[in-house]
């Protein structure tokens, strides 16, 4: 088939919609914010895509894998095998890296196993050859008169049975071998774990070290180096000695062993350091043992051309690019090293192509941004060469400044001209006029939204008039400076700021403006606001020392910092939108106060789902239950007793103005709104999450559902509504993700009420929308990792736009978009 067909999805808020995405094109799904754009790309196409997939394996193997639900739609046709490229941080752990993540890891631990030059970890010379006679005298200078075993190894860090060379050390009259550590005879030959690594060594004899047993000494270590390749290895009281003829320093007298790839992984006990456990730090600080390597000292003796692998991870992809391309092998090193090489540039070169050259291969995962970890992913996919895949992609412009946008547009067509299909989730312009096929969903959001409005080529999305994407498209205002130009009350001043790639720069923070700091991906706008402003400023209010701060003055001039970002506002489905922003409390004081509560004697904590008195005594007051089905995905069902009302019968009894609380728990924001307009307690917080674009929500959403974006809006709305003084930084990273054209102005309006409010509104952002309507912009660069770190601008941003940085000619560049 030509097309991937949906028909008849009803799934969440889709009205019984059904569109056509051409197979192998680059397909942009687009619409306001709770329009149903997820729902049908991730919900219902790459879900019954893993689905599809799952079905075909034995029921035993579906046990173990996660399974989704069954979507609710008649149909979908034409689907091929589905891979998503999701923003997922919480998943990336501290031992996961971007060397790891693209595979680029793997393959380095390879080349230095087998060509890595081994250099002494004591004094740092070159190891080389020597012969038995110096290995001989080393040892009866050091251990004469001490008894030692003398081992050669046979296995080393390998998953299997090895039953095989057990039976062949036995034949050859060996009956002491050493497995993973724990000396035993044989036979019997014991049943190793064949899914577990193991260690072993065959014990070639043992001897009292003295001059009088040197010569029976010769020949135990000859049988174990003929049988260990080279390689032995002596057990001397509770120490362990390596002997290598290959790698050997004469000036500290100690051996290397055979590196292998596992040597050099901190995921492995061979290669971990020992100290930190393989997570480069030990608390704040980086560990002193290996230096933030996560290294132990063997697995950074090895280098090539001068450089151990953790050195190596420390580079920046671009500076790691660069080394790779001028490695020169010969002769054997060179047929082993060239595939290997290959494999690297060609994956640290796909994440050049998504924007990422400034990450350094050994960044923690857990430290990257949404946008910067979805990149990473579809940098490992660029790599993977499938063919025939339909992969599904949430904004993947987010994190990314305007300059780096033609970069990613150009990875994605890479997976397309491949032969697959890409489909994303996407508000940006650039993007979208870079597609082959829109799909636009709306008109609203919540239950308004969920129909498609236009689906076909860029080009014919502007004649579409219920459309709010093509309104935004076609006004021009959109295209203007539309800063009010407010002066600063007063400054913040930070004076040498060194955080990561910051170069030791001073910076003057205006207050009482809507501030925005930008630049482009790795400038240093993290470092900047959240590690040395934000950390400082707490800092100063413990009492405690300045880092990577030399002096910050103006502090005086800030009563509160509050960091609004895109955790969830809840862990759990008892938390809700109305529970979060406080309207929840008025809304039972509202039933308590009804004659009915009053004759049964209710108080406020009766509407409450949370508490035994109120909730349904089935449920728990969740609304729901948890079925487990033995090989099918756990599935969740209404309770049968409250019907997924959460409440018991008596409290579902009390009515205000016609509806219980589990009918007003249901409501949208804007139905809620215009519910209790006569309460001003309600209407007033109400109007705020309507304005800010979260209409479509309902009070009783649990906040697992909500989206990073959603989550982030409803803790501003939760301060606008609560904040009653002025003097609070507001500190934003990126609030505009996840959101439609139409919904960044009425995130803009909420900005600049908390600012008319005496607050100030610090914004990390790319987005062009938020930068031109800012009060003073602060642009880093010039570039990412180490070419970043100083300001090129501080000031309106009309006089942005008199400059050459990256962020003023894309500045530019959308103001002529619009002419």
């Known amino acids: 088939m030509n097309y991937i067909e949906v028909i008849g999805a009803k799934h969440h808020n889709l009205k019984d919609i059904s569109v056509k995405i051409p197979r192998r094109s680059f397909t942009v799904i687009t619409g306001v914010s709770g329009s149903g754009k997820s729902t049908l790309a991730f919900d219902i196409i790459f879900v019954e895509g893993q689905r599809r997939y799952l079905e075909s394996l034995p029921s035993y193997i579906r046990q173990f894998l996660k399974l989704y639900e069954q979507p609710e739609v008649d ?31 793997h393959y380095l631990r390879l080349l230095y196993a087998r060509v890595g030059e081994p250099f002494c970890p004591e004094c740092g010379e070159r190891l080389g050859y020597t012969n038995l006679d110096t290995i001989l005298a080393n040892i009866l200078e050091r251990y004469s008169g ?31 071998v050493r497995i993973d550590g724990h000396l035993r005879e044989i036979p019997p030959i014991p049943d190793l774990s064949r899914y577990r690594e193991h260690t072993i060594e065959v014990v070639i004899g043992e001897i009292a070290i003295s001059l009088a047993s040197k010569s029976q000494l010769e020949n135990l270590f000859r049988e174990a180096f003929a049988e260990g390749q080279g390689e032995a290895l002596l057990l001397v009281e509770n120490e362990e000695i390596i002997l290598n003829e290959k790698a050997f320093c004469k000036k500290c007298q100690l051996s290397l062993p055979e590196p292998d790839p596992l040597l050099f992984s901190f995921n492995t006990r061979a290669g971990v350091c020992p100290h930190c456990g393989g997570l480069g730090r030990i608390e704040e600080n980086v560990c002193p043992s290996c230096e933030g390597t996560r290294l132990n000292k063997t697995a950074r003796a090895f280098r090539i051309n001068g450089l151990d692998i953790g050195s190596l991870a420390e580079l920046s992809v671009k500076e790691a690019l660069s080394f790779m391309e001028g490695l020169k092998f010969s002769g054997k090193k060179k047929q082993i090293a060239n595939p290997i090489i290959k494999e690297v540039l060609a994956k640290l070169g796909f994440l050049v192509e998504v924007g990422l050259s400034y990450l350094s291969l050994n960044r923690s995962g857990d430290t990257l941004s949404g946008g910067e970890a979805q990149r990473v992913r579809l940098a490992a996919q660029l790599g993977s060469n499938l063919t025939g895949v339909c992969y599904v992609l949430d904004e993947p412009t987010i994190g990314l400044h305007p300059r780096d946008n033609a970069l990613l547009v150009k990875a994605l067509y890479q997976l397309k001209e491949k032969g697959n299909t890409v489909i994303v989730v996407e508000h940006d312009e650039e993007t979208m006029r870079a597609a082959d096929w829109i799909i636009d969903l709306g008109p609203g959001g919540g239950k308004r939204g969920g129909q ?4 076909g080529p860029f080009s014919e999305i502007l004649k579409v008039e219920e459309s709010l994407t093509a309104n935004a498209l076609k006004d021009p205002q959109r295209y203007k400076l539309t800063s009010q130009a407010r002066k600063p009350a007063s400054f913040l001043y930070l004076k040498g700021a060194s955080a990561h790639n910051l170069k030791n720069i001073d910076v003057d923070i205006p207050v009482g403006v809507l501030l925005v700091v930008t630049g482009v991906s790795g400038a240093g706008k993290s470092s900047l606001v959240m590690e040395v402003l934000f950390e400082n400023l707490k800092r100063l209010e413990k009492g405690q020392p300045l880092v990577h701060l030399r002096e910050l003055r103006g502090a005086e001039n800030i009563r509160r910092t509050v960091v609004v970002n895109h955790t969830p506002i809840g862990r759990t489905p008892r938390s809700t939108p109305a529970t979060y922003v406080g309207i929840m409390d008025h809304i039972r004081k509202l039933f308590a106060a009804t004659p009915e509560a009053r004759a049964r004697g ?6 409450s789902f949370n508490l035994s008195e109120g909730q349904c005594p089935h449920c728990k007051g969740q609304g729901q239950l948890k079925v487990e089905m033995k090989f099918l995905p756990e599935v969740y069902m209404p309770c049968g007793v409250c019907r997924g009302a959460r409440y018991n019968e008596e409290t579902l ?98 900005f600049h009420g908390l600012v008319e409010k005496g607050n100030t509104v610090l914004v990390i952002e790319h987005n062009l929308e938020i930068i ?40 530019r560049d959308f103001f002529k978009a619009g002419l």
């Not at 149909?75 to 680029?104: F, M, N, W």
């Not at 209710?602 to 509407?607: E, G, K, L, Q, V």
């Open 75 to 105: 149909l979908v046709a034409g689907l091929p095998p589905t891979v998503a490229i999701e923003q997922r941080t919480s998943q990336a752990g501290p031992r996961t890296t971007v060397g790891t993540l693209t595979e680029v890891s």
């Open 146 to 176: 001490k008894k030692a075993l003398v081992l050669a190894p046979k296995v080393r860090r390998r998953k299997g049975f090895h039953r095989p060379i057990l039976e062949k050390a036995l034949k050859a009259g060996r009956t002491i």
């Open 452 to 455: 498609v409005l236009f689906q």
């Open 602 to 607: 209710f108080d406020a904590s009766r509407f």
């Open 653 to 750: 009894t009390v009515r205000y103005k016609g509806k219980n609380i589990a009918e007003v728990l249901s409501m949208t924001m804007a139905e809620a709104y215009e519910f209790f307009k006569a309460v001003p307690s309600l209407a007033k917080p109400l109007k705020t999450l309507c304005d800010l674009g979260l209409d479509y929500l309902t009070l009783g959403q649990p906040s697992p559902s909500l989206s990073g974006g959603e989550a982030q809006r409803i803790k501003l709305a939760s301060e606008f509504i609560k904040g009653k003084r002025g003097g609070t930084l507001f500190i934003l990273d990126e609030p505009s993700t996840g959101l439609h054209p139409a919904d960044v102005k009425k995130l803009l309006n909420l």
């Open 772 to 811: 031109k309507e800012a009060d003073w912009v602060i642009d880093l660069g010039p570039e990412g990792g180490p070419e970043g770190g100083e300001i090129l601008y501080a000031g309106p941003v009309e006089g942005l736009l008199a400059t050459d940085t990256h962020t003023a000619c894309a500045l």
